[in-house]
């Protein structure tokens, strides 16, 4: 009587659970990469993975609109010189 969440396993590795960044020019909406609360954004291109830290900017595969993602986190405070 154990049958379920299976296959509810969160994926080791990243730890934190990842959040879809993604272009909703459609239906499905077109995933541009994955981003995760410790402000690492991942994007896959080809047979490479690209992991982000800060902002990144892409185009949508599909419309060809441009998308921004800014995680800057720590940096909210002005840097002091
Ligand atoms: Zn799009």
Redesign the pocket.
Known sequence: MSSFAVGMHPRPGDGASLVRWE?G?RQPP?LLGTYGANGLIHIKARDRYWHVRGSVQTV?P??G?EHQLDLGQGSSTPAKQ
């Open positions: 272009c020019c077109v949508c599909r419309c609109g």
